[in-house]
């Protein structure tokens, strides 16, 4: 085969304009797509640094085609870094939108610059492969015993990258697994708790729960109304009374994605109103528990579990084992 046409002069700069464009469409519109984590990885790690060497370097003398390809990607892992950081001092911030916007103005103008500059050349590069380009680029024929094993060597660690990087692409690893548990105050906002209250008063607040588990999880939830004191002298937490509270319930939630783009949402949400019949100073622990709950020992005749194992609960949410939220109310007589 022979030298391309002059249709086919600028295919691969035009090609990078085109699947920038795509990109952009695929975010938007299909963002879960495999189609979209490849061109995003290519869109960030070699398109910059390809169309900036283009446009550098047009003339095919000036570099050789394993100088441009691992200087692709060498420039675009430093070229990406520079524009978040120019962003990180605008209003836009470091954000899906403004880096995509960038990057694809920076690969387009840079595009168009590198088809001038190849118009422009005496003797252009361009990236049209052929068997018998590919015996004069290696110069095979004239190459020693080293030089071809170090060729091959190349190849074969080009070949295990790419491998590579599919398997991660269609391997993903799960990111981090947590449940946000949360009381809001009756305005749904997090303020105004009913923090001061009289002997039978109503109280309400709103327990929300968001599932980053990766699976459906069933979630318990219990409340209690607790009377407890620190001993300085032995530094342990001593536990008076323990009333169950009504209103325990269970809810199962599918996993839902973490967004850091978009605006935060509620996945569930109840309201919990109560009442508390006994004055002084009380906590009330809402306690949440995954897939199954801890059973309870037998009700004491006073309904007090102080002196019971469910004590644990309260001691185990207070070192953080059990997750768990608290407020502190005031009862007046």
Not at 117 to 146: V, Y
């Amino acid at each position: 085969m022979g030298e391309p046409t002059r249709a086919k002069k600028y295919w691969d700069l035009i090609t990078i304009i085109a699947l920038s464009i795509l990109l952009d469409l695929l975010i938007f519109y299909s963002p879960d797509s495999l189609l979209r984590k490849v061109l995003g990885l290519t869109f960030v790690l070699f398109f910059p640094g390809y169309v900036f060497i283009t446009a550098l370097f047009p003339n095919r003398k000036e570099l050789d085609n394993l100088e441009r390809l691992a200087l692709s990607f060498g420039l675009s892992i430093a070229i990406v870094p520079l524009i978040g950081l120019g962003l990180n001092y605008t209003p836009l911030g470091i954000r899906l939108i403004p880096i995509l916007v960038s990057l694809t103005i920076f690969n387009v103008v840079l595009a168009l610059a590198a088809i001038y500059r190849r118009a422009k050349a005496f003797e252009p590069w361009i990236p049209w492969i052929t068997l018998d380009r590919i015996r004069e680029e290696l110069e095979w024929e004239h190459s020693s015993r080293i030089d071809k094993a170090l060729t091959v060597f190349l190849i074969i660690a080009i070949l295990a990258s790419i491998g590579t990087l599919g398997y991660v692409i269609t391997h993903p690893k799960p990111g981090e697994t947590f449940t946000e548990f949360y009381i809001l105050g009756p305005g749904g906002n997090a303020t105004d708790y009913p923090t001061d209250l009289r002997v039978g008063q109503n109280g309400t607040v709103i327990i929300g729960i968001v599932n980053h588990e990766h699976r459906n999880v069933t979630y318990y939830v219990q409340m209690w109304l607790v009377n407890l004191t620190w001993d300085n002298t032995t530094n342990t937490t001593i536990i008076h009374e323990m009333y169950p509270m009504p209103g325990w319930f269970n809810v199962t939630l599918p996993h839902v994605p973490v967004d850091i783009e978009g605006n935060w949402t509620p996945q569930f949400e109840k309201n919990y109103t109560f009442s508390i019949d006994r004055h002084g100073k009380w906590q009330v622990w809402f306690l949440l528990f995954k897939d199954n709950q801890p059973k309870l020992p037998p009700a004491p005749p006073d309904g007090n579990y102080a002196e019971t194992d469910a004590r644990n609960l309260i001691l185990d949410a207070i070192n953080g084992t059990i997750q768990s939220l608290k407020l502190n109310i005031e009862v007046k007589p």
